[in-house]
């Protein structure tokens, strides 16, 4: 089963990591969108994505990396339903 | 169609988990889907006090939970443990435990930890919002 | 066929109460007779440290409970090998609880993997 990987503080992302499969999902949201605007958060994990909303919010959205795809909320609740679950990594 | 059921953690004014949370079942709600029940824990439950008094110009995150479950039928459950020690109650915890009156925002009911368990089972998904 | 979960314990006691109201959780589940596997990784072996005396600070202290997860038959207990070397902890620091296993990340990663709720509070 591959998960969607929720992770909404930024220092969280490296905690979860040796847990990701390269199929499953990471989605960045609120604090930890700052990741997708920094070189240095590449992952092994091929679907990468980071909040649209909460890179806006931020004023960040044009430093987004390529490398994240970003997604609004209606992406958001399918990519939900996509993966076979989601993990919010608290 | 699919059936969520969110379970929320985060402090409502003190992070975004709330406002997320929010947006999230709007959204869901607009694609078509069910949603079961919200379950509210550990300090997720403070928003279930009718006694928030947000400035004027900022949003009333317990009136946004309470539009969304009148509107469209939604449970918004919270944990009646996390609750009491967090000075959440309904009338008749209030009388259970003497206290002098309770807070509990009517579109809010509080019950146990059960009925996160049963969201799970019978829901689709659960997300977490913490 | 009931839907099976994991509780992922990755935050240290007494700071935060979420390993107390995750262990609620934990229960519950059990009560409902799901498949539960509790697994702890990165601070969150510091929940199972045998030491701990936190009455001295008023708090209640919730580390026995989890010394009878056993007997809610919540029997697949995974500790984070990298965890205990990255904090300098040995086995003999943590609550003599038969049923621990002490895994690789992978073990881990494959248990979350075929889960169907996986919870971090």
């Known amino acids: 089963m591959n998960s969607l990987y929720i992770i909404n503080n930024p220092q969280k992302l490296s905690e979860a990591l040796p847990f990701i499969g ?22 092994h994990c091929k679907n990468q994505f980071a909040l649209e909303e909460d890179l806006i919010a931020r004023g960040v959205k ?18 939900t339903l996509t993966f076979d679950k989601s993990i919010t990594w608290l | 169609m ?12 003190s992070s975004q988990g ?43 995150l317990t009136k946004s939970w309470a539009k969304l479950a009148i509107e469209k039928d939604i449970e918004l459950i ?14 008749s915890e209030a009388e259970r435990n003497a206290l002098t009156g309770d807070n ?27 | 066929m009931s839907k099976s979960i994991c509780i992922v314990f990755n935050k240290a006691p007494y700071g935060s109460q979420a390993g107390r109201e995750l262990l609620d959780i934990a229960l519950m589940a059990a009560a409902f007779d799901m498949p539960i596997t509790a697994i702890f990784t990165g601070q969150g072996v510091y929940q199972l440290i ?15 409970t989890f010394k009878a997860l056993p007997l809610y038959d919540i029997e697949q207990i995974l500790v984070d090998q990298n965890a205990l070397h ?36």
Request: net charge negative; proline share 3%; charged share 20%.
């Open chain 2, 78 to 91: 919270a944990c009646v443990t996390a609750a009491n020690k967090r000075g959440i109650v309904n009338a």
């Open chain 2, 18 to 60: 709330q406002f997320s949370a929010i947006e999230f079942a709007r959204t869901l709600l607009e694609q078509g889907h069910n949603l079961l029940r919200v379950f509210f824990y550990a300090d997720g439950v403070l928003v279930a006090s009718r006694l928030h008094a947000p400035p004027a110009d900022e949003i009333n």
């Open chain 1, 62 to 79: 044009d430093k987004s990396q390529a490398s994240w795809e970003l997604v609004d909320y209606p992406r958001f609740v399918e990519l």
């Open chain 3, 50 to 64: 045998n030491n701990q005396q936190p009455d001295i600070l008023n708090i209640k202290n919730h580390s026995a």
């Open chain 3, 86 to 121: 990255q904090f300098n902890l040995s086995q003999n620091d943590l609550l003599g609880i038969d049923e621990l296993q002490y895994v690789s990340a992978d073990v881990i990663k494959s248990r979350i993997a075929n889960s169907d709720f996986v919870l971090t509070l």
């Open chain 1, 22 to 43: 390269e199929n499953d999902g990471i989605l960045l949201i609120e604090d930890a969108v700052v990741l997708a605007t920094s070189d240095s958060a590449q992952t």
């Open chain 2, 2 to 13: 699919a059936t969520f059921s969110l379970l929320v953690t985060a402090n409502p004014y």
């Open chain 2, 104 to 130: 509990l925002d009517p579109a809010f009911e509080i019950s146990g930890l059960g009925q996160l368990t049963e969201a799970m089972l019978e829901s689709d998904r659960v997300i977490t919002f913490g």
